[in-house]
């Protein structure tokens, strides 16, 4: 399995912008899918965004027009740009790694804690 590590969380204002960061411990070349997943407190994790080793990207619809999901295969990174943040966007983001399309998101990292906040 792929080490992720996330970074790039912290407190920022309604209307401000984040960029979180997801570093691999190996190559993402292969793996079918990354994705950023979130879960605030009481709530279920759920899922943001994902991006297939093809580029193709999809959003849950809360975060549509205001977030982007991007991967750098030769730095084994994967970032999620979030702009016009809210405050019911304050959650702890993980990134995941579903190595092909039958397996299921087998790689998980600690978590980077977002609070949208004034």
């Known amino acids: 399995q792929v080490q992720l590590v996330e970074s790039g969380g912290g407190l920022v204002q309604p209307g401000g912008s984040l960029r979180l960061s997801c570093a691999a411990s190996g190559s993402i070349f292969n793996i079918y899918r990354m994705g950023w997943y979130r879960q605030a407190p009481g709530k279920q994790r759920e899922l943001v965004a994902t991006?297939?080793?093809?580029?193709?990207?999809n959003y849950a619809d809360s975060v549509k027009g205001r977030f982007t999901i991007s991967r750098d295969n030769a730095k084994n990174t994967v970032s999620l740009q979030m702009n016009s943040l809210k405050p019911d966007d304050t959650a702890v983001y993980y990134c995941?790694?579903?190595?092909?399309?039958?397996?299921?998101?087998?790689?998980w990292g600690q978590g980077t804690q977002v609070t949208v906040s004034s």
């Open positions: 991006i297939s080793s093809g580029g193709t990207t």
């Open positions: 995941a790694a579903q190595r092909t399309p039958v397996t299921g998101w087998g790689s």
